[in-house]
């Protein structure tokens, strides 16, 4: 089995190398593919530095957003899974094989790495109620029946997020594929994570708008008759 990694980036100068080490490490047959959107605090510069045959880079002209990044990387991968890896060290790569636990044992098409089995330590108020809500919300209208609607950890069989046709642009990525899934009735199986979250002085780049904005994601796509 073949894992696809897709790493988003926006001006994570600061981390972009050592994510990229610690998914290297990782044991698994796999191939990672960088989109750098639009950087312009040096990240572009230290990405067009690496020669990998193992990673490929794909840089955005300008800066669209992080949905738009996931779906350009989603063109490229030719994994049997494909999994979302964030660019500031708030997820630890060895968990790709958590993941693939469900995978193995069960036949699991969608995999949600839950980081709130467990008390986690620094995490912001402003994280915590957008667990609750929008978590509370998936729950409420599609019945998902999860804890943690929001991780970056979304592990999925390729020819079911290929089918889903995804059109977020920004943060809404996770509301819009979660509610894909969930009308498709797929079952999203969960694993426990490790996080380290980080604070908006550390570069935490989504805003209180992005939460308005993944609320209303998860109630049109309850009620729209589209795909």
Known sequence: MKLSIVIPVYNERDTVEEVLRQVKAVDLEKEVIVVDDGSIDGTREILKKISDPEVKIIFQPRNFGKGAAIRRGLEEVSGDYVIIQDADLEYDPQDF?????????KGAKVVYGNRFWQEVLGQTLKTKLARVI???????????????????????????????????????????????????????????ISYRPRG????????????????????????WTGN
């Open 134 to 192: 929008l978590t509370g919300l998936t729950n409420l209208l599609y019945g998902a029946g999860i804890n943690d609607e929001a991780t970056c950890y979304k592990l999925f069989k390729t020819e079911v997020i290929k089918d889903l046709d995804l059109q977020a642009e920004r943060f809404e990525f996770c509301p819009e594929v979660t509610a894909k899934v969930c009308r498709k009735g797929l079952k999203i199986y969960e694993v426990p």
């Open 97 to 105: 094989k958590k993941l693939l636990g469900p995978v193995f044992e």
């Open 200 to 223: 908006d002085e550390a570069g935490k780049k989504i805003k209180f708008r992005d939460g308005l904005t993944a609320i209303w994601t998860l109630l049109k796509y309850r009620f």
